[in-house]
C-alpha cells in the first residue's frame, strides 16, 4: 500500500518562496501520476499542480501559473513543488495525492476525485 509524506511547509512572508516535497513508499513511483491539492479553511479541496507518470508533463491551476513549478525525480520517489512570489491566498493545507496510471494512458489530473491515495498535508501559511 503506497503511503505518501509531505514536507516542506511552514510560515513565510509575503513574496517569500517555499519548496514542498512529497514522498512515496513504492517502488513502483515512476507509474504514478502525481497532484498536489490545496484546502484553505472554509473552502473546498482545489487542485494546484500535477505532474503524469511516463513523459513528466505537468498542468497547473490558472491561481498559480508563473509561481510554481512541479518536478519529480522517479530516482528518489519524490515530486517537488516550488512555490515563488507567495501572497496570503495561497494559505492552505497542502496535499499530495497519487493515481497508479501506466505511462501514456491518463494524463495527471487537477480533480480530487481522480485520485487514489493521499498524503496526510502539510500547511503553509503566507503571512508577515
Known amino acids: 500500500q503506497l503511503q505518501l509524506v509531505e514536507s516542506g511547509g511552514g510560515l513565510v512572508k509575503p513574496g517569500g518562496s517555499l519548496r514542498l516535497s512529497c514522498a512515496g513508499s513504492?517502488?513502483?513511483?515512476?507509474?504514478?501520476?502525481i497532484g498536489w491539492f490545496r484546502q484553505a479553511p472554509g473552502k473546498e479541496r482545489e487542485g494546484v499542480s500535477c505532474?503524469?507518470?511516463?513523459?513528466?508533463?505537468?498542468k497547473y491551476a490558472d491561481s498559480v501559473k508563473g509561481r510554481i513549478t512541479i518536478s519529480r525525480d522517479n530516482a528518489k520517489n519524490t515530486v517537488n513543488l516550488q512555490m515563488n512570489s507567495l501572497n496570503p491566498t495561497d494559505t492552505a493545507v497542502y496535499y499530495c495525492?497519487?493515481?497508479?496510471?501506466?505511462?501514456?494512458?491518463?494524463?495527471?489530473?487537477?480533480?480530487?476525485?481522480?485520485?487514489?491515495?493521499w498524503g496526510k498535508g502539510t500547511l503553509v501559511t503566507v503571512s508577515s
Open positions: 495525492a497519487a493515481a497508479f496510471r501506466l505511462p501514456g494512458t491518463v494524463m495527471c489530473t487537477l480533480t480530487a476525485g481522480g485520485m487514489d491515495v
Open positions: 505532474i503524469s507518470s511516463g513523459d513528466g508533463s505537468m
Open positions: 513504492t517502488s513502483t513511483w515512476r507509474f504514478y501520476n
